[in-house]
């Protein structure tokens, strides 16, 4: 099936810094792609979705200025957590869909300090 | 709106079949999908199933979608420890929305 690789796995963060996650689609090009926040036990919530060349679409209750999508091309999309704040800390998954087929990628643990 | 639920937890023991039960509210989904989640990692996708079928087999898992009652359900026969995860049920939508439920934590006791 086809691979979508998300970086870094984990990452340890200042907190008031600024951390960048990058979501790549390796071997399909995805025109959308769909970031996802998972807190501790509990389910997926859809936190945006990253159009490729255009902006991204953003769902309730997500700051736009905060949660940076970009989604330069058609196989990577990077979203940037601005002056990261503990609150942040969460589990951060990317997906993106080929042929009616979702796939994600690996996930980032992020931990503001 | 497009809810799912799930149970929070199920514990079997080795070589037994668990259920892993969903119930959603919006029957407008394409698909339907199961995917499993161990600690730390990403979501495996186990299987899935289109929304105008009612059974899907595939190896140890069944999938059975009752629509009229809008429940879905994963079946895995032979439960073995490797089995311990979460495991989440979601629907997928035109225009590539997926709706995720909670999560069932599938414990496996040997």
């Known amino acids: 099936g086809a691979v979508v690789s998300q970086h870094p796995s984990r990452v340890i963060c200042k907190s008031g810094t600024s951390v960048k996650i990058e979501c790549r689609s390796l071997?399909?090009?995805?025109?959308?792609m769909f970031w996802y926040r998972q807190f501790p036990k509990k389910s997926l919530m859809l936190m945006a979705t990253?159009?490729?060349?255009?902006?991204?679409?953003?769902e309730q209750g997500v700051e736009k200025d905060k949660f940076l999508i970009n989604h330069a091309s058609l196989t990577l999309s990077t979203l940037t957590v601005t002056s990261a704040h503990p609150e942040d800390s969460s589990f951060y998954i990317c997906?993106?869909?080929?042929?009616?087929?979702?796939?994600f990628g690996q996930g980032t643990r992020l931990t503001v300090v | 709106g497009e809810d799912v639920e799930q149970s929070l937890f199920l514990s079997v023991r080795e070589g037994d079949s668990s259920v892993i039960n969903c119930t959603y509210t919006?029957?407008?989904?394409?698909?339907l999908y199961w995917y499993k989640q161990e600690p730390g990692a990403g979501l495996q996708l186990l299987t899935y199933?289109?929304?105008?079928?009612d059974m899907k087999q595939d190896q140890r898992l069944t999938v059975l979608l009752n629509k009229k009652d809008k429940h879905l359900s994963l079946r895995i026969a032979d439960t073995q420890t490797g089995d311990s995860a979460i495991y989440f049920c979601?629907?997928?939508?035109?225009?590539?929305?997926?709706?995720f439920g909670a999560g069932t934590i599938l414990r496996v006791k040997s």
């Open positions: 071997d399909f090009q995805a025109t959308t």
């Open positions: 979601a629907e997928f939508f035109y225009g590539n929305k997926l709706v």
């Open positions: 997906s993106a869909t080929s042929r009616g087929e979702a796939f």
């Open positions: 199933i289109f929304s105008n079928m």
């Open positions: 919006d029957s407008s989904s394409t698909y």
């Open positions: 990253s159009n490729e060349g255009s902006k991204a679409t953003y």
